[in-house]
């Protein structure tokens, strides 16, 4: 009986090694509820942290070491006193670079419309085939969004298939009322765009930037930074033919937010000419982060 029931034990775990994709840190934060019994977030946080690291997302196995990195801040700003809650949430991923210890960061956003119901001891549930709730939808997205963006960083276009798995998912969440879904949520600025943006031809040479940027001088640097810095330079003018005034332009938006202190690190290292063309470029292609880039003008 012993040996069965360690043989059963040793299935599960390796189950449930095999399902996991995703190494997601979960953090459910508070400073505007008040209340002295926080329990419900503290089990709120582990029903989502279980939930994104136990679903297996990824057509490919997945080694431990392979598993995507990424981190999910909810800030709980309303709850009822019982299962409805409302928030943001900040969603962040990154990729290693190749023979370094640097991790390159591939998404970064925060999300403002997050409106869900959670009742204690709940286990969070999700299907591919019907809209179960808000709360596993939406970290069912951003689940097929980072590894649709991690994909792309290593082949390219490797995350079209993911890319599609999340705009499954916001069509079937757009029969719920919540927000996020539809195309005029939230000023244009939603988890609808971001999908639409993804899956949308128009936005290829960005996905494809991404590839070069990553795998053709990122990965490069350790062994070669003066190689990798020029490639990378060699690439920003893709960046000024990215038309960020298109409606819900908001993959460029989340590249910036991700990319621009990156950007600013390499080429403060670059010589004179490549920085300033840099500046330049970037500036212009983004003007909202004009202030970091102009800093490059004075790095000697």
């Not at 700003?77 to 290693?96: A, C, I, K, N």
């Not at 869900?116 to 969070?124: A, C, E, P, S, V």
């Not at 910036?256 to 500036?283: C, G, H, W």
Request: hydrophobic fraction near 35%.
């Amino acid at each position: 009986m012993k040996k069965l029931s360690l043989y059963v034990l040793l299935i599960c775990l390796s189950y449930s090694a095999f399902g996991q994709d995703l190494n997601a840190r979960v953090s459910v934060l508070t400073p505007k509820i008040q209340t002295t019994n926080k329990r419900i977030f503290t089990e709120l946080e582990t029903a989502m942290k279980t939930f994104l690291n136990g679903h297996k997302w990824c057509a490919d196995q997945v080694e431990p070491q392979e598993r995507f990195d990424c981190t999910f801040v909810l800030n709980v700003t309303s709850w009822d006193g019982s299962s409805t809650f409302s928030g943001e949430l900040q969603v962040q991923s990154s990729r290693p670079v190749f023979n370094s210890m640097y991790s390159s960061p591939v998404m970064l956003l925060n999300d403002k419309n997050i409106d869900f119901t959670y009742q204690q001891g709940q286990t969070i549930d999700y299907s591919d085939q019907i809209f179960t709730s808000n709360l596993s939808s939406i970290m069912a997205f951003y689940a097929y969004i980072i590894i649709g963006m991690d994909y792309d960083t290593f082949s390219r276009y490797g995350g079209a298939q993911y890319f599609a798995l999340a705009q499954n998912v916001v069509n079937l969440a757009q029969t719920s009322t919540y927000t996020g879904w539809k195309a005029f949520d939230n000023n244009n600025v939603s988890r609808y765009w971001l999908s639409e943006n993804l899956n949308d031809k128009a936005y290829e040479s960005l996905r494809s930037f991404m590839y070069d940027y990553h795998r053709n001088g990122l990965d490069i640097m350790a062994d070669n930074p003066g190689k990798g810095v020029k490639v990378i330079a060699n690439l920003l003018p893709a960046l000024q033919q990215i038309d960020r005034t298109r409606l819900g332009a908001m993959y460029p938006l989340v590249f910036y937010t991700a990319k621009s202190d990156e950007l600013v690190s390499i080429f403060s290292k670059a010589d004179p000419q490549d920085r300033i063309t840099a500046m330049n470029i970037l500036t212009q292609a983004d003007p909202g982060d004009g202030n970091k880039y102009a800093t490059l003008q004075s790095n000697k």
